[in-house]
């Protein structure tokens, strides 16, 4: 009976803890594949059955380790928590086809009592009990039943309690099975350590940009609903942080005078654009039709050594909105966003965009890239006016713009037509993977046949690959002609550039979309880093501004990168502010050449791409 006792010690974090255990376990599990990807996608965690065992095992090792009366309060309350949080997340899945996210908590804490009552009443009905949401609530009433049942029959746990001490079960069953979870316990562990310590990693990062880019080099699952709610608190948590920062510096901004040089400066920012997919580059497949023949007549000048300072886009936005340049002390959250220069100069800033509005589906990328853009504050401090929802395809900002320069006051202000000096900005969803996804049907014109002689190492599935990111930068080349059509006869100057490039089996690389926990070599450098930039000025603009065309014309070959491409914009509208410096404006003679360009704050780009 002593060594039945030492062996059962096993089951004992379980014994004193199962209703506890059991109810949990089912609503852990139910809550994962409630919410869990298709088990065909690469996301999908085959081994969440595992992590929760041994995160449940762990839990009751410590609840048996509390005094039974004080222990019935801890897992009460730990029973509300757990069933809040799963029963939310699977409502968000169900309504919004995403489990709980960063964004999610975020318009959670920007809702009115208002808003909350309509929410209520728009989504919380019956007609919820028969999704999976049901099983859950079906759960939640099997376990109060049971919970009243044990408690008022108190001759059912006296014969519990002695089946299990002098029952077979107690002497010989109970051994086995101790040693059975013990070696499951053990076995979770260690199958499950990556996962763990990833997680670990991911909610003690510095800053949100940290957290993205822990994902993007270590996967984690958050395999349970409250690993996603802490996931999401702590990035709040995080962009709160930086949102204080940037209000901070938002308070002093200062703009001493403004010439407004250039009436209307248009800013294209587009997505994932390897210049050397560029027909205007070079690239011996027609992609950019439009821009190739513009260059030709004198109207757009391509610059021919450009990138970007990440290869993924929320930094880049940082870096390209913020007035910091790599390098500088501090942050770029300590710095003023160039827009705001803007405002406080008096040109009317437009932002559209077709991939930063919040949205409860986001990813965390987006929330880190959209946060201080989308902040209620910030966003009144950038911009006068904004459009209000993203698109499938990128033609349709057109008509966002069209009835933001045609209605009555907008969102954040007046229209675009109303005022003398406009700062636009459009920023394209681009080739963003997936490929094929970022153009309509009748726009596809190359197909993978095409690159049979030319590309003989890749397979067909790159090929096709290949072919829809080409067709994508095809439809891209024409949204952004539709746009600078809009500023024909106006006195405007448009710039275009990418956020970063990308790889699509370049250089003898079987690879699609970007490398992240890797040291990057010559290949990622050039087509990770190396994106289009291009200047193009109206007939009117080219006749009123002769020495700024001439200045596009002189630097057109320097080396640059994206970073300090508000000093360039500030320079363009005539704006004096203690922000500006000269040696960051890439047009200025005073513009340093010799800069090193360090992506990703560590790599030496110039280093690497010449060794």
């Known amino acids: 009976m002593f060594f039945s006792k030492i062996l059962s010690c096993g089951l004992l974090p379980i014994r004193r803890n199962g209703g506890f255990f059991v109810f949990m376990y089912a609503l852990l599990l139910m809550g994962y594949y409630f919410t869990a990807p298709k088990p065909e996608l690469s996301d999908y965690y085959g081994e969440a059955w595992l992590e929760i065992f041994v995160d449940l095992y762990i839990v009751c090792i410590l609840l048996a380790l509390i005094p039974q009366k004080v222990r019935r309060w801890v897992r009460a309350v730990l029973y509300v928590l757990l069933y809040s949080t799963v029963i939310a997340d699977v409502f968000c899945f169900v309504k919004f086809g995403s489990p709980i996210t960063p964004t999610m908590l975020l318009l959670l804490g920007e809702t009115n009592s208002k808003e909350a009552g309509e929410f209520v009443s728009t989504y919380l009905n019956f007609d919820l009990l028969s999704t999976n949401l049901g099983w859950i609530i079906l759960l939640l009433i099997v376990h109060i039943i049971k919970s009243f049942v044990f408690r008022k029959t108190k001759w059912l746990r006296k014969w519990i309690s002695f089946f299990a001490k002098y029952s077979f079960w107690g002497i010989i069953g109970a051994p086995v099975a101790s ?9 979770g562990i260690v199958t499950t350590w990556d996962n763990k310590e990833a997680y670990h990693r991911l909610i003690n990062r510095d800053n949100i940009g940290e957290v993205e880019h822990e994902l993007t080099r270590h ?16 990035a709040n948590r995080l962009a709160s942080k930086q949102i204080v920062q940037l209000l901070e510096a938002k308070d002093d901004v200062k703009v001493d005078s403004c010439d407004y040089t250039s009436p209307n400066i248009v800013l294209i920012i587009g997505e994932s654009y390897n210049r050397h997919h560029s027909q205007l580059y070079g690239y011996d497949v027609p992609t950019t039709p439009w821009q190739t023949k513009t260059a030709r007549q004198g109207m757009l ?13 929320s930094f880049v936005f940082k870096n390209i909105f913020s007035t910091h340049v790599v390098g500088q002390e501090g942050e770029w959250c300590d710095y003023p966003m160039f827009p705001q220069l803007f405002r406080a100069a008096g040109y009317h800033v437009t932002f559209i965009t077709n991939q930063f509005l919040p949205k409860a589906k986001e990813a965390v990328y987006d929330f880190s890239g959209g946060f201080f853009l989308n902040h209620p504050e910030l ?30 006051p907008r969102v954040l ?3 675009v037509a109303e ?32 690159y049979d002689s030319k590309r003989r190492e890749l397979n067909k599935r790159e090929k096709i690959h290949l072919a829809s990111y080409d067709n994508a930068t095809l439809y891209n080349d024409s949204v952004v002609s539709q746009i600078v059509r809009l500023f024909q006869d106006q006195d405007a100057i448009v710039l275009y550039l990418s956020d970063h490039g990308e790889q699509v089996f370049d250089d003898g690389g079987h690879v699609m979309c970007r490398q992240h926990n890797v040291t990057i070599n010559k290949r990622i450098a050039r087509n990770e880093y190396d994106i289009p930039f291009w200047i193009w000025c109206s007939p009117q603009y080219i006749k009123n501004h002769p020495d700024v065309v001439q200045a596009v014309k002189k630097a057109k070959d ?3 990168m994206t970073d300090a491409l508000p000093h360039l914009l500030l320079w363009l509208g005539g704006i004096h502010t203690p922000e500006y410096h000269s040696e960051y404006n890439i047009l200025s003679d005073d513009y340093n050449t010799a800069r090193k360009r360090i992506i990703k704050s560590y790599y030496d780009y110039d280093r690497i791409i010449n060794k």
């Open 413 to 415: 202000g007046d229209s």
């Open 219 to 234: 996967e984690c699952r958050q395999h349970t609903a409250i690993h996603r709610l802490l996931f999401s608190i702590n």
């Open 301 to 313: 000048t391509p610059f021919s050594d450009v990138i970007a300072p990440w290869n993924l886009t």
């Open 558 to 560: 320097r080396p640059y």
């Open 419 to 450: 005022s003398s000096h406009n700062l636009i900005i459009f920023h394209l969803y681009g080739q963003h993977v997936a490929y094929g996804s970022r153009y309509p049907k009748e726009r596809h014109h190359f197909k993978s046949a095409d």
């Open 179 to 187: 040693i059975a979870v013990l070696a499951l316990f053990i076995y």
């Open 379 to 408: 966003s009144r401090s950038m911009f006068d006016t904004r459009n209000t929802q993203t698109h499938q395809y990128d033609e349709a900002l057109l008509k966002d713009y069209a009835n933001l320069t045609t209605s009555s």
